[in-house]
């Protein structure tokens, strides 16, 4: 059965689903649904919420959460995370798993309300301090948010890594019909987690710090190797790129859904063209762009920005294409009308 719900209360829901029993943010729009909806079934379900003072707060109390081993999420926007970013870097440095979902707003700086996808960097190349990245998966549809949400907490847990889902405004207040998952095995504590129980086992430390550096290149080398498993088992792409196409249209998030209708438009004008769409942002699917049929003739990027995931295209493509943006910024959202015209232009 199907029920209506708002994409951020559905991305609360999945969490609750996945297991996650500690929540604790700060208010933020577009997203202030997410920890109106947690405030409402923590205490119902015996788990933790804190609104906290502010975003620094919020994350560094996600440390502590994630430290003794349960599964904990936070969300904001765009400066909110930003504000987060040193919490972000802590919890890589301690290798603790938690879920960060992030709905943008436009900016620079306060910005506006408005969705847009201008926090792409931030998201995919780590803005805290040292050498990390996170997963970041980016859901185009309330459905495909609640099921990326409740693998961004396996992830978490598998990689033992904080994990982001990347979502917008559009998302996150939209309504759509949407199948609720299944409660999952909640897990129990983790083994390593610093949960007080040094009586029964073996303490643990958990920290970020080392000052030999012999002993923190280790670390980040380690923690790299992870990386590199991660690249190997959880890219997730949509590519409907078909032979005969003469130009792939590259998008992420919820403006696919608008790309899709502008492929529409150019089949009923005679021009192929098909769709690929990146799921995981980080690890980024670089091989679906060396594999595109020869009929392919043109790349063309449609993002709510100035042109940010481009950079990732361009490295795919390796230089093999020309590649082109349609690019719409400061919350403003490009018709299927516009990028169509913009793709017969290029042509």
């Not at 996945?18 to 933020?28: E, L, N, S, T």
């Not at 802590?90 to 709905?103: E, F, K, N, Q």
């Amino acid at each position: 059965m199907k029920i209506l719900m708002k994409g951020n209360e559905a991305i609360c829901d999945a969490a609750i689903k996945a297991g996650c029993r500690a929540f604790f943010g700060y208010p933020i729009t577009p997203q202030n649904e997410i920890p109106e909806y947690m405030a409402k079934q923590m205490e119902k379900l015996g788990g933790v919420f804190v609104q906290a003072e502010s975003e620094v707060a919020a994350i560094n109390m996600v440390y502590g959460a994630a430290a003794a081993g349960v599964r904990v999420m936070t969300s904001s926007s765009s400066p909110g995370i930003a504000l987060k970013q040193e919490g972000i870097s802590y919890l890589v440095g301690a290798d603790l798993p938690c879920v960060i979902v992030s709905v943008s707003r436009s900016g620079p700086g306060l910005g506006g309300i408005l969705p847009a996808q201008s926090d792409y960097f931030q998201a995919t190349r780590g803005g805290g301090n040292g050498d990390y990245y996170l997963p970041v998966y980016a859901p185009f549809s309330i459905q495909e948010a609640m099921d990326l949400v409740i693998k961004a907490f396996d992830v978490a847990d598998k990689y033992r890594t904080p994990v982001m889902v990347l979502a917008d405004g559009m998302l996150g207040q939209m309504m759509e019909p949407c199948s609720l998952p299944e409660a999952i095995n909640i897990p129990e504590a983790h083994s390593w987690g610093a949960n007080g129980n040094s009586d029964k086992r073996p303490r643990n430390t958990i920290t970020s710090l080392n000052l030999k550096g012999e002993g923190l290149e280790e670390m980040n080398i380690r923690r790299f190797k992870t990386y590199d498993t991660i690249k190997q088992n959880e890219v997730m792409v949509d590519n409907r790129v078909q032979d005969g196409d003469e130009v792939a249209i590259v998008a992420y998030g919820t403006p696919a859904r608008i790309a899709l209708n502008a492929i529409e438009i150019l089949k009923e004008q005679g021009i192929k063209a098909g769709l690929v769409r990146p799921i995981t942002l980080w690890p980024y699917p670089y091989d679906t762009f060396q594999n595109l049929p020869s009929s392919v003739k043109q790349v063309v990027v449609a993002e709510l920005s100035m042109g940010q995931m481009i950079e990732d295209v361009k490295l795919g493509v390796a230089g093999k294409l020309p590649v082109s943006l349609y690019g719409r910024t400061g919350g403003m959202i490009f018709e299927p009308e516009e990028v169509a015209a913009y793709v017969k232009s290029c042509i």
